[in-house]
């Protein structure tokens, strides 16, 4: 099916005056001008998704998902189960969104993860800081490339995303010096890497005012993004709504080792609700505040990250959008396999690279088109500082590049900060097969005497010592040999001289037989919302005949309904038939199709059949099967590709068994049309 | 397989000298005593499920599912999606648990959704007061009936779940006298209707303290159970998280409806998490701050409470506990039809029956034990005032009986307080095949001369005459006639006499073409963790000969793995055939078992085959499939049922087979020793 929708593609993308032919013919999005304003309407009216607490006027950045959008997002999630989780065999797990504040302070997220707000000192509207200013900026810039009469070309390698995130300012045409263009682009470039402080300091060097009202803005202030609440009666124990689910999976990181029975490599799995409080959410379900995620936190040892099933995914595809590129200026992006990205050292490691390659599998098969998705790389300031590579799936809409899925090599960090903090050991203890035999510096201090001379300082000084580093104690070592003692400063500042009657430093001989390394942990993360957005757009189009009813071509696999059964009339010659394939009753054909896990809905209004077809069209119901006067007389039925609105027709099993086929995925609808017969009846009517 | 197990049960129950029996045999839990500490510690080892942030101390109510766990719960729930909503073609949604503050306020939550809770005043210790109370009463009593030399029966009809729920209290043989023991009994009967004031006076009357410290209580404060937060960075937008999915269900009904075309009956259903922020969990998995919810809304014709498919349920058995029961003080269960259940009227209508068959079916097709599953109808006093039948499913565990499904008929109470809040319609408009034609009373004002004669006060005066009820214009009607004239009192007090040449009362025939009304609403609901928890234990069992080690009976369509690849050894003359099955590529069988949807794992380690069998029992893994030395030379692998630990012997893709169709319930045991040979060779060694 999602050949077929590919074909359409590509038919009308090489030849775009398909516009002026007989409205038979399909006529794809890429061909019209995408009209959101139609698209938005047909998510709403089949509620696919709308905004949550309607009726009570809303809430920016809350959506509730209708019937069509649960089941599109309940089978999105069921193929990345069965796609990572079942066919790699990872580690499931369900951990609580609401989180210990201790856990999130560890992870950083407490202090960190905040972005800088500013407020209109008048009206007290809340804008966020950096989007802000570089709203106002680039106006300012567009405003003088106007008045210079150039035409405003879009910056270089400027991330298309950045335009939709902040409140759009309309630009007057005003000149500026050179050297004030010179600076804005200095700080557009930077905007990033601002703290609050500097953001303050533009804005008044600047004469940043909110755009709207004119009035002056307040100094920036950092806000938190996270949810936070109390737990318990006491109000003495604080917790906050995960921003994500990661932290869950390395809190309980020993016990899922010690299931994997010791051994790395593997990986852990969720998929779960996560929470972000964003300062003022206004980009639909790409940036909300309640979000459903799935993640993979891959266990590996850092000496080697090749991965078993590399020649699995080495032939995947990719459209890669390297950092060097980005770097220079460009959005040039190369097509190449997995297996070269790994080998020429683009992509840093074999198991990076293999999820790379699966994650590109995943998106295609639920019908992310491949031509709107790319693979971009984490430019060096972009990456937190502890990651060695990442990589953003990111997929176009009318919104540009947005980011949906993000790879990266998180390195020891999270385990490390965790084990820290909780003084728990997460670790992996390798047995060596060759025990690792080195050499290592050795102290020996004579106990009594070194206690007696020292007395209460005995402790603090032995601390110190036994805190020396091999390289300290070398010179130690040679001190002693030298001058007979050493002299060891205490943290106050006090200093003792030890005799090398005392203490003596000897190279010994070690054999280890256990070898004990914190693992390094590959990501990869989902935003679901953000790919099923996105996939809405991909599979919308319009027929020529009917452009205000959209048809969103989803593969079976995930579509809602897979199955439209639409009795022509309400004839009673049906009745007894309509009865046999329709009735709400566990044995008819109907409820059978949905035993068979074929999620199909009987449509037997008084719409008319073209009505109800265009209806399930904008559901991306991909099969109808109808009961019509043949089907009375002949016991057949036809059957309707929602594509091609081609139909078969074929005895009432047959076509039930073809269709149950066809949903499963193990047939396509050039099979079933070597199965059923051309339907050559009455056309419907469109 | 779910037969297997139940047979078992059956068998040591009717023959508990079982024990004596040669290791071989079975032992089934319920001829043993239930060892609640092995129990715990198999979950806690095979990590069904956890402490959250356990290496940070942990945090009461709060539970991570570990591999097992997620994967049995994901099963869990994957049933529940097919059962309902799939099979009975309901409206899936996914609305967000961050909830604005006044959907909770009209659904009354923020006002009622509270416990009552006390302070020890030296220590600060929490208690909820409504347990503490009961626990100290009863306590009290034991000690009196045992100074009195009585057995301590247990109070008949006393919910064995709250003994469960409260801090234990020790009690002490004093005898107390007669009256104060009446009055004892007359307050834990009424124990679940005091108020907040009413509970601090049986504390100060009765001397209640806390019976740790014997430190004084403070007054019982009311305790919100719903986490609170705010919304984006002005502090003024308050929100919760939902105590239940039911709510956004209620607030999208309008736009549920439209989806459906309009027409009723139909149902909604979400899955999904919910918090409640309880004062003191103390009950592992079945009292938790956070949990997974299934939950439907069925919406119906308040005037036909039928059902369509009523004729599928009405022959499942119920294990029945009425109110009257209950109120005559008795416990007594009796086992009848859904269909005689309805037909004699114990349950109130055939839909909220049909639900009840429903629930029994999906409860028994996961595992759940029907003897240990028991249907209360809730007494008078217990139900909300706005219900008009409610029914729980409790389980039995070690806990007692405990509430896992509530099915309950909410009236039209939520859609009809939301719609009032928010002013905006939610209801079901019938157009009616025959107009509703009837009588009624209309009022005609002379609008002029009224506006004249009573000026500013004119509007007021006609607000209330058009407020009348018909009861009050047929008095009108006949004060105008008599009199000539009526009174009209404002809502100040201020009356106005209107004369009969400006008002009219007359009948006129009033003809509808459309019904309008508010649908009522019943509502199965499920708590996934506690069904869970309940689960777990029902399947739980351990073998004579290594008591230490359970076995989990899960069925193969819930059980976390389906089967086990054991390679007897690693042996090198295996180590092709190990490649073939079980190398971690996507061609090898076990890739191609785990693509079937049969999630498999490969055991490759160096324990014992009889440990790592032993193992698998304890995930409750059904098959077990094992590469031997007659693998090797004859290309076979036997196959391992769990619960009987009989094998079967057959080619490599025969069995493969055999375990595919065994794993998605296309085959049962007994089919595949028909298919398969008994494996007479080497005994596994346990």
Redesign the interface.
């Known amino acids: 099916m999602s050949d077929n929708a590919k074909d359409f593609t590509q038919a009308s993308a090489s030849n775009p005056s398909t516009l002026a032919e007989p409205s038979s013919v399909i006529i794809n999005k890429s061909a019209h001008e995408f009209d959101k304003t139609l698209f938005d309407s047909l998510l709403s009216r089949?509620?696919f998704f709308?905004p949550?607490?309607?009726?009570?006027g809303g809430?920016?950045?809350?959506?509730?998902?209708?019937?069509p959008?649960?089941?599109l997002?309940?089978n999105i999630l069921e193929v990345w189960?069965?796609h990572f989780i079942?066919?790699e065999?990872m580690?499931?797990?369900?951990?609580?969104?609401?989180?210990?504040s201790?856990?999130l302070k560890t992870s950083g997220h407490v202090d960190k993860f905040t972005d800088w707000?500013v407020k209109d000192v008048v009206n007290?509207e809340?804008f966020r800081a950096d989007h802000l200013v570089e709203a106002v900026l680039e106006s300012r810039l567009k405003g003088d490339k106007e008045a210079r009469g150039q035409a405003a070309a879009p910056p270089a390698a400027e991330d298309d995303k950045k335009k939709k995130k902040k409140k759009v300012v309309k630009s007057t045409a005003v000149k500026m010096e050179d050297s004030v263009v010179k600076e804005y682009e200095f700080m557009l470039a930077q905007i990033d890497n601002y703290t609050g402080a500097e953001l303050g300091e533009i804005i008044k060097k600047h004469n940043i005012v909110n755009p709207e009202t004119g009035n002056q803005l307040s100094t920036p202030v950092e806000?938190n993004l996270m949810?936070?609440?109390?737990?318990?009666?006491?109000g003495h124990?604080k917790?906050y709504?995960r921003p994500e689910t990661a932290q869950?999976h390395f809190?309980?990181f020993?016990?899922?080792l010690?299931?994997n029975?010791g051994r790395v490599p593997f990986a852990?799995a969720?998929i779960?609700?996560s929470?972000r409080?964003?300062?003022?959410p206004r980009q639909g379900l790409l940036r909300v505040?309640?979000f459903t995620m799935a993640e993979i936190e891959h266990y590996v040892d850092p000496k080697d990250k090749s991965h078993?099933?590399f020649?699995?995914t080495k032939d995947v595809v990719l459209q890669l959008l390297p950092k060097d590129v980005q770097e220079r200026g460009e959005t040039t992006m190369t097509n190449m396999t997995v297996g070269d990205a790994v080998g020429q050292k683009i992509v840093d490691n074999e198991t990076l690279g293999y999820f790379l390659g699966r994650v590109q599998l995943f998106l295609e098969k639920i019908g992310i088109d491949p031509k709107k998705l790319r693979c971009r790389q984490h430019m060096g300031n972009e990456m937190a500082h502890y990651a060695s590579d990442c990589w953003d799936f990111e997929i176009q809409s009318s919104y540009g590049w947005i980011e949906c899925v993000g790879c990266a090599d998180r390195s020891a960090y999270d385990l490390t900060v965790?084990s820290n903090k909780?003084k728990?050991k997460l670790v992996v203890k390798e047995n060596l097969t060759e025990p690792n035999v080195y050499q290592k510096l050795d102290i020996q201090l004579e106990a009594k005497p070194f206690g007696m001379k020292f007395k209460k300082d005995a402790k603090s000084i032995e601390a110190v010592i036994r805190g020396y580093t091999q390289e300290q104690l070398a010179q130690v070592k040679a001190e002693l040999e030298e001058k007979k003692e050493t002299t060891v400063k205490l943290e106050g500042g006090a200093e003792h001289v030890v005799t090398d009657d005392l203490i003596k430093i000897q190279e010994i001989t070690v054999s280890e037989h256990i070898r004990e390394y914190t693992p390094n942990v590959i990501e990869p993360s989902f935003g679901i919302g953000r790919i099923l957005y996105s996939l809405l757009e991909h599979s919308y189009w319009a027929r020529e005949s009917d452009v205000a009813r959209g048809v969103l071509s989803l593969p079976p696999v995930v579509a809602p309904i897979k199955c439209l059964i639409v009795p022509l009339s309400a004839n009673s010659d049906f009745v007894p038939l309509i009865n046999e394939i329709c009735?709400?009753?566990?044995d008819s054909m109907s409820?059978k199709l949905?035993?068979a896990?074929v999620?199909?809905?009987?449509?037997a209004?008084g719409a008319s059949i073209g009505k109800r077809y265009a209806r399930n069209d904008e559901l991306g119901t991909p099969y109808g099967c109808t009961i019509d006067f043949a089907s009375v007389a002949n016991g057949t039925l036809t059957l309707r590709e929602r594509d091609t609105t081609d139909q078969l027709i074929g005895k009432i099993e047959d076509v039930i068994a073809v269709t149950v086929a066809l949903c499963n995925g193990q047939m396509e609808w050039k099979d079933a049309c070597e199965k059923l017969e051309k339907y050559s009846g009455t056309q419907e009517v469109e």
Chains 1, 2 share one sequence.
Not at 599 to 603: F, G, I, L, N, Q
């Open positions: 089949r509620f709308a949550s607490f309607e009726i009570y809430c920016a950045g809350f959506f509730d998902y209708g019937p959008g649960s089941a997002q309940a189960r069965k079942i066919e065999d580690l499931e797990l369900d951990t609580t969104i609401m989180t210990l201790d856990v707000m007290g809340i806000f949810f936070q609440s109390e737990i318990g009666p006491t124990v917790g709504l869950g809190i309980n020993q016990r899922l010690e299931f029975n852990s969720q779960g609700r929470f409080n964003e300062i003022s505040r309640e078993p099933r020649v699995d965790h909780t728990q009735k709400p009753r566990f409820a949905r035993r896990g999620a199909s809905r009987v449509d209004s």
